[in-house]
């Protein structure tokens, strides 16, 4: 499917999220390194802070900011990357979550457990008389909680360590809106911005990454009820179809429709706080 035969809301959605026409792994990589440490170098700040969660987005995240420390500190100026493992009690896919780490090789990793915050933040809520519709939507504002808490910490060491805190979002989240509003929505900078989630994959598997790690089942793991949930299973898409969506390939109608009012629903998460206009 060619440019002139995308639908015009759809070229603007693909133009917005500053998803490129072709992609080179070694050129992006390049690129997005020469972005982290050009921050680092102009603002002062002196280390990039990343929640490592164990999956792929994360990995190859910690691997950027790995490699753009290196190129600041050979110019004679101080830079760290620094780890966060942020478990809500003990993670799923614990073993994951440190071999990612391991190989983004990090400076300094910390974990802080978010399950006493949270815990506690959810019994404030109940002791308040916060009433829930069921359990179902106590667990899903249970999990955001927890994604916020994780952001909290995050932005706890930064501040200590006159950091940056690191993004993981992408375009195929970016155009779903599948991420928590100030939880990790929240950062200073998004290095996977503007790539699919298999361009995300393929810069992981260029850098060297375990194939497993590479090709793992994409969870936000927020969920108590559903631990584990799958991505696709909670979007009702596959980052397949996604990615074609973004990549200007072609897609059923019924996906477009899907994405392109998704998109215009989840506009709120992309857009800063909204504000009454001058008189």
């Known amino acids: 499917m060619t440019e002139t035969q995308l639908s015009q809301e759809r070229r603007g959605i693909i133009s917005d999220l500053d998803v490129a026409e072709t992609f080179d792994a070694g050129v992006e990589t390049q690129r997005r390194v020469a972005f982290l440490a050009e921050r680092l170098l102009t603002t002062g700040t002196t280390a990039l802070v990343l929640g490592m969660s164990g999956g792929v987005d994360?990995?190859?995240?910690?691997?950027?900011?790995r490699l753009a420390a290196d190129r600041v500190r050979e110019q004679g100026r101080q830079a760290q990357y620094v780890a966060m493992r942020?478990?809500?009690?003990?993670?799923?896919?614990?073993?994951?979550?440190?071999?990612?780490?391991?190989?983004?090789?990090?400076?300094?990793?910390?974990?802080?457990?978010?399950?006493?915050?949270?815990?506690?933040?959810?019994?404030s809520l109940r002791s308040a008389g916060m009433i829930f519709?069921?359990?179902?939507?106590?667990?899903?504002?249970?999990?955001?909680?927890?994604?916020?808490?994780?952001?909290?910490?995050?932005?706890?060491?930064?501040?200590?360590?006159r950091g940056l805190v690191v993004g993981t979002d992408?375009?195929?989240?970016?155009?779903?809106?599948?991420?928590?509003?100030?939880?990790?929505?929240?950062?200073?900078?998004v290095p996977l911005a503007g790539l699919?989630?298999?361009?995300?994959?393929?810069l992981a598997a260029s850098l060297g990454a375990p194939d497993d790690l590479v090709?793992?089942?994409?969870?936000?793991?927020?969920?108590?009820?559903?631990?584990?949930?799958?991505d696709e299973e909670a979007l009702g898409l596959s980052y397949d179809r996604i990615d074609d969506f973004l990549e200007?390939?072609?897609?059923?109608?019924?996906?477009?429709?899907?994405?392109?009012?998704?998109?215009?629903?989840?506009?709120?998460?992309?857009?800063?706080?909204?504000?009454?206009?001058?008189?």
């Open 215 to 230: 090709n793992k089942v994409p969870t936000a793991d927020l969920e108590s009820l559903a631990p584990g949930r799958p």
């Open 58 to 65: 994360s990995l190859v995240a910690g691997r950027l900011c």
């Open 133 to 161: 519709d069921g359990d179902t939507s106590e667990d899903f504002v249970f999990g955001n909680v927890k994604a916020r808490q994780r952001m909290i910490a995050q932005y706890a060491v930064a501040g200590g360590m």
């Open 248 to 279: 200007g390939l072609p897609v059923p109608e019924e996906v477009e429709r899907t994405l392109v009012a998704r998109y215009r629903a989840t506009a709120h998460k992309r857009a800063v706080p909204t504000a009454p206009s001058s008189p």
């Open 170 to 189: 992408h375009a195929a989240e970016a155009v779903t809106g599948f991420f928590t509003k100030y939880g990790d929505g929240g950062a200073d900078i």
């Open 196 to 202: 699919t989630k298999r361009r995300v994959r393929a």
């Open 86 to 123: 942020l478990p809500y009690d003990r993670q799923k896919d614990e073993d994951d979550a440190v071999r990612a780490t391991e190989f983004s090789a990090p400076d300094r990793t910390l974990t802080v457990d978010v399950a006493p915050a949270s815990d506690a933040m959810s019994e």
